[in-house]
């Protein structure tokens, strides 16, 4: 929203929801001319209150790169060039149409990468693109991160996107595996300010304990710190419900009636207790009964675990037993606990039985993973494309998506990009993995779009709406991100490059409310589509549909039947955004499990407790174990090619403990060669008495080294690519999750 120009300095004012990570911080803008002359945090937004991280304090550097495409690219062997939007999609329609048909749809893939989390284009046209598509090849940077906790969810509520938050404004007690969140400023967790609403934690006598391989900036806050060995998260956590069970401390609360499983839950834990899984994970067992204790006397307590649980070889198990324990400890649904928000543009159904969840309604072609969330694991992408045979994968369009940088034994899949038949990727640079694309689309800058986050506002830590309008006009050369995944998905489903996008646009708007129209659980005041189509006209894309949604939302107006409520008119009278109060219960509501309960012990989850079992009856590992880690000033590989996120210090080292140094003679500063099973480099040493011992650290989203790239800064300071050490055979069982933490490593001197 922007205030009035000032008419002595004809400077004025804009705000936007800063866009670069999962907090949703307001911004503060001063332009003059069309020029960002100032930024900072806006104080007055309802829910950052002013906070600014160095990343969103960096975002006009991001528009103003001299390295960000502003125009469409095409490929021609080794050489670029600019060509307009109709010539590129055309190519586009060229180099894929026929190979489809001659090869199938399968023949093409297409991968997302997070940052299409962050735009509404993503939020409401990627649908729209993947059915056009009409290809079982699907992949996104999900499997290299966070699908575990979505299976976990989905099996246990119903759903894989209703995903209970930390409610950290009112918990006493704050139990932390594998997240940083001072570094992260929160993951599946949407709430500005971490650093402050901890701090606010300890102030009012609350208690902060972290899990983690690593004494991180957040381990450093807390009240405790307790270092685990990577990978046996699920352990830890299993054994804490063995000590439920053991001293009687299980206790439902309000849950009584609304869960199913706990007895099977129970007899899982028995095998668990705190004396066999110690040597393991590096815990000893006193402190997990402390833990186990602590957590069930807490008045408010809540388990809350991340990437670093993810990632590793019992992912979907560990995301399931930090539910588990907030459901048995009664914090789950409750104030101070684990909630679920109640986003302003997600319609409120009633409670029903629900058809659940399922995965591996069908299988990759090579290996035969299963599917989940209707995608294949991104660490199987390399085998479909170097494998012959029917299906095998011929081309492939990326949005936002650098998986040469973020999929494991990433080497191999850099070669297999090589040899596509056409590549197409969304992205506004020439980076790693577009390197080998045939044409690039780059949407217009973020300062460009319209902002409103559909996905953060449900994993937010209060219920908020807030709608930015763009602060500087898009160029007349640039094309916003939501016009090119409409063109994309116009060619696909053979209306052509040349088809008007309104034609598609205005067939999802009105798909969207005939849907509304029929269903007996939305009420539109007796309305009719032309009716609510012209209390829409105003907008057209992601903005119209996002009138939509608000409006037949929970708080909305529902098109005349509440005066009150929502609406984006709304949104656009409140630059800094609603607050639409704190996280509320809300089962049995949000269940869409077959009993309509808590499924607490789902039979795929339960079964895989085998495999854990067989894990802590071998003897414990003693080999180097290699983990990742972030920084404040990144997030993935995004922002290496701006210098205020780069300068300083050498951030891409190989953190190490001090005994583990000495004892292969290390020493700081000096590189070591660090090789795994599947690849090997050199990188500097940067021994720290916060890592664990046996364990050390690189950061990812670094090795900006590839040749053909236009990333000038980033080639500056490239950095090593820590996932060429991981291999990609390795995935959590049942999500298809890419081992990235808790890799065997050796380390030598060159």
């Given at each position: 929203m922007t205030q009035g120009q000032d008419p002595k300095t004809g400077e004025h004012i804009a705000y936007h929801t800063c866009p670069l990570c999962e907090a949703t911080c307001g911004l503060e803008f001063t332009l003059k001319d069309n020029r960002v002359i100032r930024i900072r945090g806006d104080k007055e937004d309802v829910f950052s209150t002013g906070y600014l991280c160095p990343k969103g304090a960096s975002i006009v550097d991001l528009h103003n790169d001299p390295d960000r495409l502003r125009t469409p690219m095409v490929r021609t062997g080794d050489t670029w060039k600019k060509v307009s939007w109709d010539e590129a999609f055309a190519a586009v329609e060229k180099g894929l149409l026929p190979l489809i048909k001659k090869d199938g749809n399968d023949a093409v893939a297409l991968y997302l990468g997070n940052p299409n989390a962050h735009t509404m284009a993503a939020s409401c046209f990627l649908k729209v693109l993947i059915k056009s598509l009409k290809s079982k090849n699907i992949y996104s940077s999900s499997s290299v991160d966070q699908i575990p906790k979505h299976v976990s969810c989905g099996f246990m509520f119903g759903s894989p996107l209703t995903i209970p938050i930390p409610d950290i404004d009112r918990t006493n007690y704050f139990l932390i595996l594998g997240a940083n969140p001072l570094a992260s400023n929160g993951s599946l967790c949407t709430a500005p300010d971490f650093p402050g609403r901890l701090r606010s934690l300890k102030k009012r006598g609350g208690k902060l304990v972290v899990i983690d391989p690593c004494r991180t900036k957040t381990a450093q806050m807390a009240n405790e710190h307790h270092f685990i060995r990577p990978g046996t998260d699920a352990l830890f956590l299993l054994s804490l419900v063995h000590v439920l069970f053991k001293e009687n401390l299980v206790s439902l609360?309000?849950?009584?009636?609304?869960?199913?499983?706990?007895?099977?839950?129970?007899?899982?834990?028995?095998?668990?207790?705190?004396?066999?899984?110690?040597g393991h994970c590096g815990i000893n067992k006193t402190t997990i009964f402390k833990i186990a204790r602590e957590l069930a006397a807490a008045d408010k307590a809540v388990v809350y675990a991340r990437m670093g649980t993810s990632v590793v070889e019992f992912g979907t198990?560990?995301?399931?037993?930090?539910?588990?324990?907030?459901v048995l400890t009664g914090n789950l649904d409750k104030e101070g606990g684990a909630m679920f928000p109640m986003a302003a543009h997600v319609p409120v159904i009633p409670a029903v039985k629900g058809k659940g969840f399922?995965?591996?309604?069908?299988?990759?072609r090579v290996k035969g993973l299963p599917e989940v969330m209707g995608e294949f694991p991104a660490a199987t992408l390399a085998d479909e494309i170097v494998t012959p045979g029917s299906g095998q994968i011929k081309a492939l369009l990326t949005v936002a998506a650098n998986p040469v940088i973020s999929n494991p034994n990433s080497t191999r899949l850099d070669k297999a990009l090589s040899t596509l038949d056409f590549m197409v990727a969304v992205d506004f640079y020439l980076n790693e993995t577009n390197r080998h694309a045939h044409v690039i689309l780059p949407p217009a800058s973020p300062l460009s779009h319209s902002q409103y986050d559909f996905f953060f506002y449900g994993l937010s830590v209060r219920n908020i709406a807030n709608f930015s309008p763009p602060v500087i006009p898009c160029h007349e050369q640039e094309m916003d991100k939501w016009m090119i995944l409409i063109r994309l998905a116009s060619i696909f489903s053979g209306m052509g490059a040349t088809a008007d996008p309104k034609a598609m646009d205005d067939m999802v708007i009105q798909f969207m409310i005939n849907q509304a129209l029929a269903s007996s659980k939305t009420q539109l005041a007796d309305r009719s589509l032309d009716d609510i189509l012209a209390m829409l006209d105003k907008n057209d894309g992601p903005v119209r549909i996002l009138d939509f949604l608000l409006r037949t939302g929970p708080y909305g107006d529902g098109f005349g039947l509440n005066s009150k409520g929502l609406s984006l008119d709304t949104l656009l009278a409140h630059p800094h955004g609603i607050d639409l109060g704190p996280l509320k219960p809300r089962i049995p509501e949000i269940l869409l499990t077959p009993s309509g309960k808590i499924e607490l012990a789902p039979d795929l989850i339960v079964s895989d407790i085998k495999r854990l079992h067989t894990f802590i009856q071998k003897p414990p590992e003693r080999q180097l174990v290699l983990i990742s880690r972030r920084h404040l000033r990144s997030n993935n590989s995004w922002f290496h090619n701006l210098p205020k996120l780069v300068k300083g210090k050498n951030r891409c080292t190989l953190q190490i403990n001090p005994e583990d140094a000495s004892l292969l003679g290390l020493e700081e500063g000096c590189p070591a060669c660090v090789s795994s099973a599947v690849g090997a480099l050199t990188i500097p040493i940067e021994i720290s008495g916060d890592m664990m011992k046996?364990?050390?650290?690189?950061?990812?989203?670094?090795?900006?080294d590839f040749p053909g790239m236009s990333l000038s800064v980033a080639a500056s300071v490239p950095g090593v690519n820590s996932n060429i050490l991981a291999d990609e055979k390795l995935m959590d069982t049942l999500s298809g999750n890419a081992v990235l933490n808790g890799i065997p490593v050796s380390i030598s001197v060159p």
């Amino acid at each position: 929203m922007t205030q009035g120009q000032d008419p002595k300095t004809g400077e004025h004012i804009a705000y936007h929801t800063c866009p670069l990570c999962e907090a949703t911080c307001g911004l503060e803008f001063t332009l003059k001319d069309n020029r960002v002359i100032r930024i900072r945090g806006d104080k007055e937004d309802v829910f950052s209150t002013g906070y600014l991280c160095p990343k969103g304090a960096s975002i006009v550097d991001l528009h103003n790169d001299p390295d960000r495409l502003r125009t469409p690219m095409v490929r021609t062997g080794d050489t670029w060039k600019k060509v307009s939007w109709d010539e590129a999609f055309a190519a586009v329609e060229k180099g894929l149409l026929p190979l489809i048909k001659k090869d199938g749809n399968d023949a093409v893939a297409l991968y997302l990468g997070n940052p299409n989390a962050h735009t509404m284009a993503a939020s409401c046209f990627l649908k729209v693109l993947i059915k056009s598509l009409k290809s079982k090849n699907i992949y996104s940077s999900s499997s290299v991160d966070q699908i575990p906790k979505h299976v976990s969810c989905g099996f246990m509520f119903g759903s894989p996107l209703t995903i209970p938050i930390p409610d950290i404004d009112r918990t006493n007690y704050f139990l932390i595996l594998g997240a940083n969140p001072l570094a992260s400023n929160g993951s599946l967790c949407t709430a500005p300010d971490f650093p402050g609403r901890l701090r606010s934690l300890k102030k009012r006598g609350g208690k902060l304990v972290v899990i983690d391989p690593c004494r991180t900036k957040t381990a450093q806050m807390a009240n405790e710190h307790h270092f685990i060995r990577p990978g046996t998260d699920a352990l830890f956590l299993l054994s804490l419900v063995h000590v439920l069970f053991k001293e009687n401390l299980v206790s439902l609360g309000k849950l009584d009636g609304h869960v199913t499983g706990i007895e099977v839950v129970k007899k899982a834990s028995e095998l668990f207790s705190p004396e066999s899984v110690e040597g393991h994970c590096g815990i000893n067992k006193t402190t997990i009964f402390k833990i186990a204790r602590e957590l069930a006397a807490a008045d408010k307590a809540v388990v809350y675990a991340r990437m670093g649980t993810s990632v590793v070889e019992f992912g979907t198990l560990s995301n399931w037993l930090v539910d588990v324990l907030n459901v048995l400890t009664g914090n789950l649904d409750k104030e101070g606990g684990a909630m679920f928000p109640m986003a302003a543009h997600v319609p409120v159904i009633p409670a029903v039985k629900g058809k659940g969840f399922k995965i591996g309604r069908w299988k990759s072609r090579v290996k035969g993973l299963p599917e989940v969330m209707g995608e294949f694991p991104a660490a199987t992408l390399a085998d479909e494309i170097v494998t012959p045979g029917s299906g095998q994968i011929k081309a492939l369009l990326t949005v936002a998506a650098n998986p040469v940088i973020s999929n494991p034994n990433s080497t191999r899949l850099d070669k297999a990009l090589s040899t596509l038949d056409f590549m197409v990727a969304v992205d506004f640079y020439l980076n790693e993995t577009n390197r080998h694309a045939h044409v690039i689309l780059p949407p217009a800058s973020p300062l460009s779009h319209s902002q409103y986050d559909f996905f953060f506002y449900g994993l937010s830590v209060r219920n908020i709406a807030n709608f930015s309008p763009p602060v500087i006009p898009c160029h007349e050369q640039e094309m916003d991100k939501w016009m090119i995944l409409i063109r994309l998905a116009s060619i696909f489903s053979g209306m052509g490059a040349t088809a008007d996008p309104k034609a598609m646009d205005d067939m999802v708007i009105q798909f969207m409310i005939n849907q509304a129209l029929a269903s007996s659980k939305t009420q539109l005041a007796d309305r009719s589509l032309d009716d609510i189509l012209a209390m829409l006209d105003k907008n057209d894309g992601p903005v119209r549909i996002l009138d939509f949604l608000l409006r037949t939302g929970p708080y909305g107006d529902g098109f005349g039947l509440n005066s009150k409520g929502l609406s984006l008119d709304t949104l656009l009278a409140h630059p800094h955004g609603i607050d639409l109060g704190p996280l509320k219960p809300r089962i049995p509501e949000i269940l869409l499990t077959p009993s309509g309960k808590i499924e607490l012990a789902p039979d795929l989850i339960v079964s895989d407790i085998k495999r854990l079992h067989t894990f802590i009856q071998k003897p414990p590992e003693r080999q180097l174990v290699l983990i990742s880690r972030r920084h404040l000033r990144s997030n993935n590989s995004w922002f290496h090619n701006l210098p205020k996120l780069v300068k300083g210090k050498n951030r891409c080292t190989l953190q190490i403990n001090p005994e583990d140094a000495s004892l292969l003679g290390l020493e700081e500063g000096c590189p070591a060669c660090v090789s795994s099973a599947v690849g090997a480099l050199t990188i500097p040493i940067e021994i720290s008495g916060d890592m664990m011992k046996g364990v050390v650290s690189i950061p990812h989203g670094w090795g900006h080294d590839f040749p053909g790239m236009s990333l000038s800064v980033a080639a500056s300071v490239p950095g090593v690519n820590s996932n060429i050490l991981a291999d990609e055979k390795l995935m959590d069982t049942l999500s298809g999750n890419a081992v990235l933490n808790g890799i065997p490593v050796s380390i030598s001197v060159p």
